[in-house]
């Protein structure tokens, strides 16, 4: 049997019950959190008078000087004091004595682990906005290059109607900016501090709580002590937040992956970011965009772990919620290394535009127009819709056959309807005209690129102030 903890030693335990309830080997990651917050709190301890000034010295030194060991490496953490917490705690107080046991005076590991989550997971978040960004910026400089570029526009991943590459890449860039929307919300209300909340009823000593959320740089205090400490809902958000992103760069990977087949041919994949084949020596394949598509499964995995470990839970703390950090940990890591890797591989990709406007002049990519040629000479849009379906079945996909009916189809139906007039179905006169804000011709386009500047502008914004907010955790350290 040994010593529980340090905060219990009269309670022997097994090594079972050690070697199953640490969590010291995961949650020594928020070490620079849990430093910070216990600065934080030592001073609303001095405040109060419920600790001495000097006492406020000796901890706020020795917690610094852990701080140093620990980046150095010369700290070792201990397994039999179970977590994080404890582990500083006991080498605060071997080090300095009486006043480092003064320190846990009016809180619970309950809501410093509560603060320790909501101070990572700030940073995390203001770290994937970053990264989503510089993804954003990639895709904006290549929808710039695109604008002379005309491809395919898929619908059941079948042919249907032409569109710039430039729209294709801002359709991505839009899906990001949503995603960069669900983390500032969800940042907003991570960003605030529970420390004072206890173990679930609140403390009793008459400690001013907003003095522990200012030096943390945080926006406010948690309103009820209960759920302050079991309020894990910033996680799952941050954790949705970030599957989100998964499941949209998948969707670019999915893309390029198919992009860069022989069938398709409309990319290039750079070399220095592809992998080849052991056996086949003329092989190049698409390995950054096949891995963050398989890695997505364990983001969504960890959505789903913290989702369920979450269902059910009674008020107020539970030891579930020691689960969360592991699964967090590896979503934010698994979406960080993604973004910057495709951020990489798609700013050296080339895309073939000879090979898509080759790809665009197939499949009768111009039927759409045709029939709203007629419905702008009165023919109802559903008959025109039959009356050109008949033309492309009689067709069978050649484009030239399908001009010719055309002609003879609409000279045959009304006599006001030139042969001349067939000149529209051309590419780029059906790109220009799908001029509607939002729509592909080329105007349109720059008029989304130019909206996309501003987002990524007030988006760098929202970062600089994030980065001063969690900026704090590393000035208290210093």
Request: hydrophobic fraction near 40%; include cysteine; proline fraction near 3%.
């Amino acid at each position: 049997m040994k010593s529980r903890s340090k905060r219990n030693t009269q309670a022997p335990a097994s090594d079972v019950f050690l070697g199953f309830t640490s969590s010291v080997a995961f949650d020594s990651r928020l070490w620079r959190h849990d430093i910070a917050g216990s600065m934080a709190h030592a001073q609303s301890l001095a405040d109060a008078d419920i600790i001495s000034k000097g006492d406020l010295e000796k901890i706020t030194k020795g917690l610094k000087e852990i701080a140093t060991d620990i980046r150095s490496g010369r700290f070792e953490f201990d397994s039999s004091f179970e977590d994080l917490h404890m582990n500083i705690e006991q080498s605060l107080t071997e080090m300095i004595g009486d006043a480092g046991a003064k320190l846990h005076t009016g809180r619970s590991r309950n809501d410093q682990v509560a603060l320790d989550m909501r101070l990572f997971v700030r940073e995390s978040i203001t770290v994937l906005i970053e990264e989503v960004t510089l993804l954003q910026e990639t895709l904006i400089r290549k929808a710039g290059e695109g604008m002379d570029a005309i491809m395919p526009g898929y619908t059941h991943l079948q042919h249907g109607q032409p569109v710039l590459l430039s729209h294709h890449l801002m359709a991505h860039f839009w899906k990001l900016q949503r995603d960069i929307e669900r983390f500032t919300d969800c940042y907003g209300r991570t960003n605030l501090s529970p420390l004072g909340s206890g173990a679930l009823a609140g403390t009793a000593f008459p400690i001013d709580r907003s003095t522990a959320a200012g030096m943390l740089r945080m926006r406010g205090i948690t309103e009820n002590s209960m759920d302050a400490v079991s309020d894990r809902d910033f996680v799952a958000e941050a954790a949705f937040a970030a599957a989100m992103i998964s499941i949209h760069l998948t969707s670019i990977c999915e893309e390029l992956i198919l992009w860069s087949s022989q069938e398709f041919r409309f990319v290039h994949l750079p070399k220095e970011l592809s992998g080849g084949s052991s056996m086949m020596p003329q092989k190049l394949n698409p390995d950054i965009p096949e891995l963050i598509r398989g890695k997505s499964g364990s983001v969504l995995g960890g959505l789903f772990t913290i989702l369920t470990l979450l269902k059910s839970l009674p008020l107020a703390y539970n030891r579930d919620l020691q689960e969360d950090k592991e699964n967090l940990f590896d979503v934010f890591d698994t979406v960080g290394a993604s973004l910057h890797a495709l951020t990489h591989f798609l700013a050296e990709l080339e895309f073939d535009k000879v090979r898509m406007r080759e790809s665009a002049e197939a499949g009768l990519m111009t039927a759409t127009d045709l029939a709203d040629f007629l419905t702008t000479r009165g023919m109802p849009f559903r008959a025109a819709h039959g009356l050109v379906k008949d033309l492309a079945e009689q067709a069978d996909g050649d484009e030239s056959k399908f001009m010719e009916l055309a002609k003879e189809k609409l000279a045959a139906h009304s006599k006001k309807l030139e042969i001349g007039s067939l000149d529209f179905l051309t590419l780029e006169r059906s790109v220009e005209r799908r001029s509607v804000e939002g729509g592909t011709a080329p105007a349109s386009v720059k008029l989304q690129m130019e909206k996309a500047a501003i987002a990524v502008s007030e988006s760098r914004d929202t970062v600089k102030n994030m980065r001063f907010e969690t900026s704090a955790v590393n000035e208290l350290l210093s």
